[in-house]
């Protein structure tokens, strides 16, 4: 099935009041990139993660986002410096003795003083309930990802199916309009050649090889045939179930060569316009294959 490679997965997993949220963006990239972001805590499980990711993702940079949250009893709790009142009782004794005031300092006033009491996050260490959540989250959070991927390389599918088919329609006008071409150069020559002498004088032979010189010059049958053949193995190439994104870019340049060199062979207006019209249609192509994993 097609894959782009933009996309964006979320998932959270939630066990006994601790929650792992994971939040994961996708975008076109040559190779896979992962850049993953999360608390220090988990930094253990880094490669892991990057193993799960491979598994399902195999092009793409892809950011991920992991926020832990523990919202249980024992989350957090009280950190009390002694060393730090101490100071700060020392020096109150010093000021009332210094400025002959009373020192009215209490506990109440003492624990609000910058420190003295602060509230502290626990270390968790239950390393077994941190991967099980960060793991289904991941699981969860890859699937979401992958569902829109999928979601949107199909979308894909069906505009490059119908650009290849709007494709084969200026290849068949080049394959109508080319014997057309060859005929009225013919004639205009022949008209040409008896303005500037007698009739009777007219070399046919010469003229018949002047025809065929601009016939090989001009002839595009080979690459019509290959344009053709790219076209039909393109479109059997969106119907893989592979990741084919390296393998369309390859084709598509292909196709790209071959628009070239109708161009340049183009001695008709027509030709010349059609091969636009072509080439400008297999860069659009180009464009969302740079999307498509």
């Known amino acids: 099935m ?3 490679m933009t996309g964006f997965g979320r998932s959270e ?7 792992m949220t994971i939040e994961m963006k996708s975008v076109n990239h040559r190779y896979c990139d992962i850049n993953i972001r999360m608390p220090r ?19 793409g940079k892809i950011d991920v986002f992991v926020t832990y949250q523990d919202n249980s009893d024992r989350a957090n709790g009280i950190v009390y410096n002694e060393s730090l009142a101490e100071q700060y009782m020392d020096y109150f004794g010093k000021i009332a003795e210094k400025f002959e ?6 506990v109440s006033g003492l624990t609000k003083y910058p420190k ?18 960060l793991l289904s989250a991941m699981e969860d959070a890859i699937k979401d990802i992958a569902s829109t991927r999928l979601t949107e390389g199909q979308l894909l599918k069906v505009d490059l199916k119908a650009k290849l088919n709007e494709m084969l329609s200026y290849v068949d006008i080049l394959k109508e309009i080319t014997p057309a071409v060859i005929d009225d150069y013919r004639q205009k020559l022949e008209v040409r050649i008896g303005e500037l002498m007698d009739q009777t004088l007219v070399d046919k032979d010469r003229l ?5 010189v601009f016939a090989d010059k001009s002839c595009i049958d080979e690459e019509i045939v290959r344009l053709e053949s790219h076209i ?10 592979e990741a084919v994104g390296r393998k369309l870019d390859f084709i598509s340049q292909e196709m790209n060569r071959e628009a070239n060199t109708v161009l340049s062979k183009a001695n008709n207006i027509s ?11 297999i860069e659009k192509v180009r464009e969302q294959i740079q999307n498509i994993e």
């Open 2 to 4: 097609i894959k782009s």
């Open 13 to 19: 997993c939630v066990i006994d009041n601790r929650s």
């Open 41 to 59: 805590k988990l930094i253990f499980l880094e490669n892991r993660l990057k193993s799960m990711i491979k598994e399902e993702l195999t092009r």
């Open 101 to 106: 005031i009373s020192n009215d300092i209490q």
């Open 116 to 133: 003295v009491l602060k509230l502290e996050e626990q270390e968790d260490d239950d390393d077994d309930v941190l991967q099980s959540l």
């Open 208 to 212: 018949a090889l002047e025809v065929a």
């Open 232 to 241: 039909t193995h393109m479109r059997d190439t969106l119907d893989s179930n």
């Open 271 to 281: 030709i010349a316009n059609q091969g636009i019209e072509l080439k400008t249609l």
